[in-house]
């Protein structure tokens, strides 16, 4: 059964860092996988996403330079280095699965059929 558990969110001031993990069961490890996150009264934006075929990457503009999606095959886990974080990163952060995303990069939360349940970053100023 595919299965995405997100960890390692939490409270952190502004400019400081956080890593998020993301542990894989079943099939999805094989497939693409991304960060997304929803603040409250805003839809769910894309974060960063990476392919299982050659680990491509790509990142939302408001991200880019910051943050660091990888995944470690050896344990099933895809992290989320998050670096210079500020109060407008505050959200619940997801962790997404695709096969359709194996070989191609994408940005669209309707690209993506699984989802963890999520974990709250919060970032104070």
């Known amino acids: 059964q595919e299965q995405l558990v997100e960890s390692g969110g939490g409270l952190v001031q502004a400019g400081g860092s956080l890593r998020l993990s993301c542990a894989a069961s079943g099939r999805t490890f094989r497939y693409g996988m991304g960060w997304f996150r929803q603040a409250p009264g805003k839809e769910r934006e894309f974060v960063a996403s990476i392919t299982w075929i050659g680990g491509r990457t790509y990142y939302g503009d408001s991200v880019k330079g910051r943050f660091t999606i990888s995944r470690d095959s050896a344990k099933n886990t895809l992290d989320l280095q998050m670096n210079s974080l500020k109060p407008e990163d505050t959200a619940v952060y997801y962790c997404?699965?695709?096969?359709?995303?194996?070989?191609?990069?994408?940005?669209?939360?309707?690209?993506?059929?699984?989802w963890g349940q999520g974990t709250q970053v919060t970032v104070s100023s």
């Open positions: 997404a699965a695709s096969a359709r995303c194996s070989g191609a990069v994408c940005s669209s939360v309707n690209d993506y059929n699984y």
